[in-house]
């Protein structure tokens, strides 16, 4: 079974700087997807990005970068130029080879300071 | 909004009831999921189906079982309730079954039951 880890429960960060959230993962499959997804205090799920670990560049949607490291099983979420509306709950999430399960890591809480 | 629908929004009721949760998929979407949120468990898998048929099961216990109808919309039936299963409950959706063409999951804004 694979298991996520994300072990900040909680980070904060200036306004208009850059925060990097850690996220690892131990899986025997070679072939599989990663995905951030953020929780705002609405609760609704919103998936931010994904990365297919067959591609070797790192996925990047607007501020939003990853950084895959497969080797050592890291997947870090860079947020750049950090937006007041940005502060959420974020999960680290894998999709299995079979692609029907997503596991979750237990959340990072990222407070935002004006 | 990402395009599914869950009804009811909260859910109070008392342990030993059962209840029914409904989730309609995006359009075009085949698969269906659900999964659970809740303090001591975190967010986890319970149960997956693809155009009617059981696909894939997680931590799902006996007491809840699923199914997706003909109209792809799918049901969560939770009985025998216990203090242990407030949550909230989200279902999601996505078009493929397994990793052929996009496996993203959009999920739904989800149903928070609270068992009294």
């Known amino acids: 079974a694979q298991t996520v880890t994300q072990s900040q429960p909680e980070m904060s960060v200036q306004e208009a700087e850059t925060v990097t959230l850690s996220c690892t993962y131990d899986t025997s499959e070679s072939d599989y997807y990663l995905f951030w997804y953020k929780q705002p205090p609405s609760r609704q799920m919103i998936l931010v990005i994904r990365q297919e670990a067959y591609k070797q560049q790192n996925a990047t949607e607007n501020r939003f970068s990853v950084n895959f490291q497969k080797a050592a099983k890291s997947f870090s979420l860079k947020i750049s130029d950090s937006q007041l509306g940005d502060a959420a709950m974020y999960f680290c999430?894998?999709?299995?080879?079979?692609?029907?399960?997503?596991?979750f890591g237990g959340g990072t809480r990222l407070m935002v300071k004006p | 909004d990402s395009g599914v629908t869950q009804t009811p929004k909260h859910l109070i009721t008392a342990t030993g009831q059962r209840v029914t949760l409904r989730c309609s998929p995006r359009?075009?979407?085949?698969?269906v999921y659900w999964y659970q949120q809740s303090l001591d468990q975190g967010l986890q898998f319970l149960i997956q189906y693809y155009n009617g048929e059981e696909r894939a099961k997680g931590n799902i216990l006996e007491r809840f079982s699923a199914q997706q109808f003909p109209d792809l919309h799918s049901e969560l039936n939770l009985s025998s309730l216990e203090l242990g299963d407030s949550a909230l409950y989200f279902c999601a959706s996505s078009v493929a079954q397994g990793r052929t063409g996009i496996s993203e999951q959009y999920f739904g804004p989800g149903t928070r039951l609270t068992v009294t």
């Open positions: 999430a894998y999709l299995n080879n079979a692609g029907n399960m997503l596991t």
């Open positions: 359009s075009g979407d085949l698969s």
